[in-house]
Each structure stands twice: as structure tokens, then as C-alpha cells.
């Protein structure tokens, strides 16, 4: 199973779209997760036409959003938990928000945003995953977006690209 992680793309901005390259591996992928600040329901109905979406919504995010996705969502896929929430908050840092978020529940993975930096580690036996941003790399040199891809055990991995044409 291939299932496609994106974040924080705040869309439309300077009139940008989602980049052929996430378009295409949308295409191919079992299961979408957007782990919020969508910005627009136009971009969820966008994402939603390649297949199975799941999602939360982020700080940026109105009521039409809200009204779309959750705050914190669970999946349980091929025998994996996965827990997505945005992150945002205030005090501490995202990562501990994340952590916290779930505290009280059995997660292989946590997918998580709002800090637009792409990042891959283990708390003690769960694995943190932001995708990075796929539309608005901020002061990073290249865009991105994650991928979980379900076998036997859970592999994942980020996907870099620097032009959105």
C-alpha cells in the first residue's frame, strides 16, 4: 500500500497549484493524508478527486475546512495505527505537541505539519513524520511531500523537488 503525506500547502497563493510531480504520485497512491492548512476547501476537493483522502485541519484553516476534517484524525491501515494532527499550538515545541497529542493511545506513526521542515525520527517506538510542504518551502531550498508505502512493516520516506512548474 502507498499512501502519499502532504502538508501545508496554502493554496492558492501567488496563484500557485499542486506540482505535476505530487499530481502524478497522487494518481498512483492507495490513501492521500494532509495534515492540514489546506487554506481553501477548493484544494481538498482538488486533492480529493485522485482517491481516498483522510486529513486535519491547521491553524490557517476557517470554518469551511473545519466543517470538511477534523481536528486529530486515527487510521487504522493493514494493521498500523497513524495518528495526524497539525501541530499548532502554543508553547512547547511541535514535536512535543504531536507527541502529547497522542499520549494516551498505541500509534506506529505520527504524520504531522505546520512547521513546513520535513522530518523523520523515532520516539521511543513511534515514528514522527512531517512531509515538509509541498508548495511553500519557506527558506528551505526544496519543496516536498512524504510517502508511506505498507508491506510487512512501515517504511517511509521524503520526496524533494525545487520547482512547482
Known sequence: MEIIVISDTHLPKKNRGLPPVLK????????????????????????????DLAGVYGNVDGDEIKALVPRREILHVKG????????????????????????????????????????????????????????????????????LTIEEDIYASHHFYSSLL
Open 24 to 51: 502524478d504520485e497522487m494518481k498512483k497512491a492507495d490513501l492521500v493524508i494532509h495534515a492540514g492548512d489546506w487554506q481553501t476547501p477548493e484544494v481538498y476537493e482538488q486533492i480529493k478527486q485522485f482517491g
Open 80 to 147: 498500523f495505527t497513524i495518528g495526524i494532527v497539525h501541530g499548532h499550538g502554543e508553547k512547547k515545541t511541535t514535536e512535543q505537541r504531536v507527541i502529547e497529542e497522542f499520549a494516551e493511545e498505541e500509534v506506529d506513526v505520527i504524520i504531522f505539519g505546520h512547521s513546513h521542515l520535513p522530518l523523520l525520527r523515532f520516539v521511543k517506538k513511534t515514528m514522527l513524520f512531517n512531509p515538509g510542504s509541498a508548495t511553500d518551502k519557506r527558506r528551505l531550498p526544496y519543496y516536498s511531500y512524504g510517502k
